[in-house]
């Protein structure tokens, strides 16, 4: 009798173990099937070189656009990599100290490929526009993705980077604290949005009268402001402006910026417009309505950063 009860429980034990190595099986096959299921976290951009996917939210970025720099700072992104600022050296004031570990490969207009590849990018971010002809030697580093020019709104691109990055919550909040802003400044101006508003650039040998299909001309667009008839137009500028086209600049109030390189000719070239009899009898200077302001923040940079400052001129213009 005991050893068919030893047998009995001999067996129970057995098929007991049979039992749990069977569970253990099926529950790894589940845990792979779940891994498998979690490891998949690709996605897919369109933009205007074609479609690109891109294995994983991306932690080594390189950015081939001074607007594309701001627009990665503000999703809380630093770039491994980044073209060198137009008048930076490297990098604008306003974000060089949060640019301080960031690599320069080149300017926009001349990017340093060799420099991409060292850093071992996850992601490139550049501009048909300005980086077109690279394209392919780009995507064989590491997935590319190319915004399509660099003109007009800045939202534009933001967005695509947005999604580029992985972050497109977070980019949608930036845009509704943007629109936000431009919605209660509008609000706070009132009836000087009335103000036909012109805007000049002085840089080495030329003068340009600028419209609204420009950085800063999108932004006081969006504010609602009036534009002197010549400027009222969906175009970027009036480029080689001569003295004799000076009344096309006259305005309520006049902003002018200055793109200077170094070698002094563009302040030369300010200089002696605003010293010229021609100009200083249009109204708006005869009223003492003409304002200096960083060719940077209305022109040069771009991006989300320039813009919310540019806001900042605009309130202390206006709302002093």
């Not at 000049?200 to 999108?218: E, N």
Request: aromatic share 8%; with cysteine.
């Amino acid at each position: 009798m005991k050893s068919k009860s030893i047998l009995s429980i001999l067996s129970i034990m057995f098929i007991l173990i049979l039992t749990a190595c069977g569970g253990s099986n099926d529950n790894g096959s589940e845990e792979n099937a779940s891994d498998s299921k979690k490891e998949d976290t690709s996605y897919t951009v369109e933009h205007a070189m074609g479609t690109t996917t891109i294995a994983k939210t991306p932690e080594r970025v390189v950015i081939l656009t001074n607007e594309g720099t701001e627009a990665l700072l503000e999703l809380g992104v630093t770039p491994v990599g980044a073209v060198q600022s137009w008048t930076g050296d490297p990098w604008y004031d306003y974000i060089a100290d949060e640019m301080k570990d960031t690599k320069v490969v080149g300017l926009e207009s001349e990017v340093n490929v060799e420099a991409i590849a060292a850093l071992q990018p996850d992601l490139i971010i550049g501009n048909k526009m300005r980086q077109e002809g690279i394209y392919e030697q780009l995507s064989a580093i590491a997935p590319t993705v190319f915004a399509d020019d660099l003109r007009g709104n800045w939202k534009n691109n933001f967005e695509l980077y947005s999604k580029a990055v992985n972050k497109e919550e977070k980019g949608k909040e930036v845009i509704e604290t943007y629109d936000t802003r431009i919605a209660d400044l509008k609000e706070q101006l009132g009836d000087k949005l009335t103000m036909k508003v012109s805007m000049v650039r002085f840089m080495a040998g030329d003068v340009r009268i600028y419209q609204k299909d420009s950085f800063s001309g999108v932004i006081l667009d969006q504010l609602g402001f009036a534009r002197p008839e010549s400027q009222d137009v969906d175009d970027f500028a009036i480029k080689g402006a001569t003295k004799e086209q000076m009344p096309l600049m006259d305005g309520d109030i006049l902003f002018y910026f200055t793109y200077e390189t170094g070698d002094g000719a563009a302040s030369d070239l300010e200089n002696e417009w605003l010293e010229d009899p021609l100009f200083n009898n249009l109204e708006v200077a005869q009223r003492g309505e003409v304002y200096k302001v960083d060719d940077v923040i209305w022109n040069t940079a771009g991006g989300v950063k320039a813009a919310n400052i540019m806001l900042d001129d605009i309130e202390k213009t206006f709302l002093k």
